[in-house]
């Protein structure tokens, strides 16, 4: 996750939004086996719920794009609003945010049980390669130094992936959109 401007993560903000278009974000599809793909599919069923709730049409495969107040308003309701409030600065002097109030960040703390530590522990992993680049280090000694945080980011996704595993194996009541 290398995101060096805002115009990079506005980029990555809108590819999510289009593969959430594109996935149709959940469907009734069996569950699928691959541990990315389990997590991702009930990513997209508690964000799906969430924006439901708030009154919010989410994006179908074959849909159309709403209208720009529209996008925004799901946008906002996805990504979250106002100051990141959480924030990592990486050992390459890049500095990443993402917020706490939007149905992606309710998402991953239901699945990843603390989003703030998932925030910080993924981006630190998923970073680990750039790292190694701008510290003129291998990767295997950057992996080293991090350690820590790369125990961190297989505990959090095991637990991510129970929690999937549990959310798409048990559908809610019927009448209940709360996942």
């Known amino acids: 996750m290398r995101l060096r401007t805002s115009a990079a993560r506005s980029l990555v903000a809108a590819a999510l939004v289009a593969g959430l278009v594109l996935t149709g974000c959940t469907t009734s599809r069996p569950r699928p086996a691959a541990p990315d793909e389990v997590i991702k599919a009930a990513t997209g069923r508690l964000t799906d719920a969430c924006l439901t ?17 529209e996008q925004q308003r799901v946008s906002g ?12 600065t990486l050992p390459t002097g890049h500095v990443v945010r993402a917020h706490t109030d939007g149905c992606l960040a309710a998402a991953q703390q239901r699945l990843y049980g603390d989003q703030p ?16 680049d701008r510290t003129h280090r291998s990767l ?6 991090h350690r820590t945080e790369i125990a961190d980011w297989r505990q959090l996704r095991e637990h991510a992936l129970a929690a999937a595993t549990t959310l798409l194996d048990t559908p809610p009541p019927t009448g209940d959109p709360r996942p």
Do not use: H, K, M, Y
Not at 58 to 68: E, I, T
Not at 118 to 125: G, L, Q
Not at 140 to 145: E, G, I, W
């Open 117 to 132: 530590r998932w925030f910080r522990t993924s981006v630190i992993v998923n970073n680990l390669e750039p790292e190694a």
């Open 140 to 145: 295997a000694d950057v992996r080293d130094r």
């Open 77 to 88: 309701a996805l990504f979250g609003t106002g100051p990141a409030e959480l924030s990592v």
């Open 53 to 69: 709730r708030q009154g919010l049409t989410p994006p179908r495969p074959g849909q159309g794009p709403p209208p720009a107040a």
